[in-house]
């Protein structure tokens, strides 16, 4: 692996023998890997895993359902690349159905095990993220910045599509979604219309809309934000997770700026301002919002314990909030999947 300031990483292939591009940025979590792997936030970008063990539970089962089996959070993989110190040849788990190896070749992702991934990280802590490459066999390529395009477009939904039965209905605005969040509202017994990142969303009738995660600097999704300022204007109760926090934030004319390495884990501490109570979040981004310059109405509701940066906004009516973690947090923590129950009692 290169990355763009010529430092050099090696390892071995146990992936798809090709050569590809992106940002590379590292992830702190122990478990949840083929979450993670399947994770539409992760699009363009290489991702190190911190946790030097990887691939001893394998892959699990999936099938057309894509609800059905939690693992997974789409039905496409998210990341471009994979980087790890030790890769498991042998797997073992009750669910298991294929070896990591396997899957990442059946889903074209290049992959190289033996890599100082301790020397990595510490490396992008002090540098920040950056692009990269890996290089398999000599067969280069060139340096690529994936938050110059729209990300968003590429992931999201191509039309409507509705789960569930309920009496209130819930527009998902699909940004690059998650599974667990439609999981999550359909345990709350209402009915969830995703639709794609640009849907007009004032031509549909429903009683809340929630704006999902997604990959990519979110000033590049100007259609999604038009829709957002629309919606408010109709005074329909709104939630925005992740990327979605972060179009909600530029919506109403605030400002959102590129961290330096971002959170990509499941133990970032976070506290809520009004109740003072700490939570531990997954959070997986690298753009923030500027807490401290919104408009009149609106407030920071949460803050992240180990950098002051802005994890929450909320309007003074309450009909309106938005998080930077992830309350669906899938494998967790699950600390804050009440904010889905805050929700539907503001639709309600």
Sequence with gaps: MILEDGSVFEGVSFGFPASVAGEVIFNTGMVGYPESFTDPSYT???????????????????????????????????????????YSRSYHHWNAATSLAQWLYNNRIPAISGVDTRSLTQHLRVHGSLPGKIVIEKNDTDFYDPNSENLVAKVSSSAPQLYGKGERRIVLVDCGCKFNIIRELLQREVE?????????????????????????????????????????????????????????????????????????????????????????????????????????????????????????????????????????AAPGPTDTSFLFDRFLQVVR
């Design 192 to 328: 969830v219309l995703r639709v794609p990142w640009n849907y007009p969303l004032s031509d549909e009738k429903c009683a809340g809309i929630l704006v999902s995660n997604g990959p990519g600097d979110p000033k590049t999704v100007t259609e999604t934000v038009t829709q957002v300022q629309k919606a408010l204007e109709h005074d329909v109760p709104l939630f925005g997770i992740c990327l979605g926090h972060q179009l909600l934030s530029l919506a109403i004319g605030a400002d959102t700026h590129k961290m330096k390495f971002g959170h990509h884990s499941q133990n970032q501490p976070v506290t809520e301002l009004q109740s003072k109570r700490a939570f531990i979040t997954s959070q997986n981004h690298g753009f923030a919002v500027d807490g401290a310059r919104l408009p009149a109405g609106w407030h920071v509701s949460f803050k992240n314990l180990n950098d002051d940066s802005c994890e929450g906004l909320e309007h003074k009516s309450g009909r309106f909030f938005s998080v930077q973690f992830h309350p669906e």
């Design 44 to 86: 363009g970008q290489i991702l190190t895993l911190t946790y030097p063990h990887i691939g001893n539970y394998g892959m699990p089962q999936n099938n057309s359902d894509e609800l059905k089996y939690p693992h997974y959070e789409s039905q496409n993989a998210g990341i471009t690349a994979l980087v790890v110190a030790d």
